[in-house]
């Protein structure tokens, strides 16, 4: 019985190679004889004399404008790339695990910390331009608010662990997610002056367990592209090389974090939030 089932899903198998696999690829495609092979010998299905013509243009057009880049490639070996001022703060090569410990044990101060990333985003963001909007003095207010937390509480730190895992860790969130009271564009002219009524859930989510959001960061329009642009901030800039893309659609959140990253400890300090 079961070498007859073996059997039959082999036959079966076999069938469906001879019907799918065997098959041009442009076959699957919804306009494949446009995408098809332009030789008789790499296609099964002969095309139409006018279709022919059309893959003969397309093809032609699209090999013309490889040579039209030229000029752009030519001209970006001469672009200089602006480098990033070095870390001089030691509380950023802290990761997000040891700050949130010594915070719990009074060790740094959740305001000395959120002051460290406050500094580092206004020395780099002129050369990375990765901010939409900042929330700098709510932070620090924020930040006292937990110090002052810390220095009444009569909770032990196994406790504060428990229930406030993220205690004064600086939070930066993608642009395209809701935070109370900041702009919500989406990259998109016409949401320019959109305010966030409330915050997203899982903003919401670590802003209770402890995390203090600084910043909104820069996201591609409606988070539609590989490259972090928008022309309500303009293109976020790789802090490793500025004449690269840092890609997107967190490229915002990706360049800060690589702002403070060394490759033998790699960092985590703010809290990535994907959409």
Not at 6 to 20: G, I, M, P, R
Not at 212 to 218: A, D, F, G, M, V
Request: proline share 6%; with cysteine; aromatic share 8%.
């Amino acid at each position: 019985m079961t070498s007859s089932m073996e059997a039959n899903d082999s036959a079966s198998h076999l069938a469906l190679q001879k019907k799918y696999v065997n098959r041009p690829f442009s076959s699957f495609l919804p306009f494949g004889c446009l995408f098809g092979t332009l030789m008789k010998k790499n296609s099964t299905v002969m095309a139409p004399p006018g279709i022919a013509a059309l893959r003969v243009f397309l093809w032609t057009v699209f090999r013309a404008a490889n040579f039209l880049y030229l000029p752009v490639f030519v001209t970006r070996i001469f672009h200089r790339a602006t480098p990033c001022p070095p870390i001089e703060n030691d509380i950023l090569l802290l990761t997000a695990v040891e700050l949130a410990e010594k915070i719990r044990k009074r060790e740094l101060t959740c305001e000395a910390v959120v002051k460290a990333y406050i500094e580092r985003v206004k020395e780099v963001n002129p050369i990375i331009n990765a901010v939409i909007e900042d929330r700098f003095h709510d932070a620090l207010e924020d930040a006292k608010e937990v110090d002052r937390f810390l220095s009444n509480t009569l909770m032990t730190t196994e406790e504060i662990e428990e229930k406030k895992p993220l205690l004064g860790i600086p939070l930066t969130v993608k642009g395209s997610i809701e935070v109370e009271g900041m702009k919500n564009t989406s990259g998109v002219v016409s949401r320019a002056n959109v305010i966030a009524k409330e915050d997203a859930i899982i903003v919401k989510s670590a802003r209770d367990a402890g995390a203090i959001p600084i910043l909104t960061s820069n996201i591609p329009e409606l988070c539609l592209n590989w490259e972090s642009t928008n022309k309500l901030v303009g293109t976020t800039r790789n802090p490793h090389n500025t004449t690269r893309t840092v890609g997107g659609s967190s490229g915002g959140e990706v360049s800060h974090t690589f702002l403070i990253n060394i490759p033998e400890k790699p960092n985590y300090h703010y809290m990535l939030l994907f959409s």
